[in-house]
């Protein structure tokens, strides 16, 4: 069997620390075998061991205000709940290109976690407009 991609000695997420590894093999961009010394040929990766789980799932995310740390108020005191009057501030300075780069990133960097599905809300009011809307949808069409 010919298969686009090998991974091999594989723990998985579903089982117990003394399971036997497993291979995964992988063609077309989706799981086509699983199993201990899977024989096979293409592309080979030796996981040695390491944790393979399903992919996870963002479930609550603001895109269009993702990665403002260095740009809203500082609060040191986590517990004063005043996130929206901080981000309020700030939202003049946002540009649909400054939105578009910042949801990329933060996109790029839930991919690299293992984050495989993502919902997000984005806020329309009349300091920004559809500027957090049109930047996300953008991203939508390219990931």
Do not use: C, W
Request: glycine share 6%; charged share 25%.
């Amino acid at each position: 069997m010919a298969l686009d991609l090998i991974l091999r000695n594989a723990r998985l997420s579903t089982g117990s620390v003394d399971q036997p590894r497993v291979d995964i093999g992988v063609a077309d961009g989706k799981i086509a075998a699983l199993e201990p010394n899977l024989a096979a040929e293409g592309p080979e990766q030796d996981l040695d061991g390491k944790l393979v789980s399903p992919g996870l799932v963002e479930s609550h995310f603001h895109l269009d205000k993702a990665m403002l740390f260095d740009r809203a108020p500082h609060q040191p005191n986590r517990m004063i709940r005043d996130h929206m009057n901080r981000t309020a501030s700030i939202k003049h300075t946002f540009t649909p290109e400054d939105i578009y780069a910042r949801a990329r990133a933060t996109i790029e960097q839930s991919l690299l976690h293992g984050v495989t599905h993502m919902r997000t809300q984005v806020e329309v009011d009349p300091n920004v407009g559809l500027q957090g809307f049109e930047a996300v949808e953008q991203l939508r069409k390219e990931f």
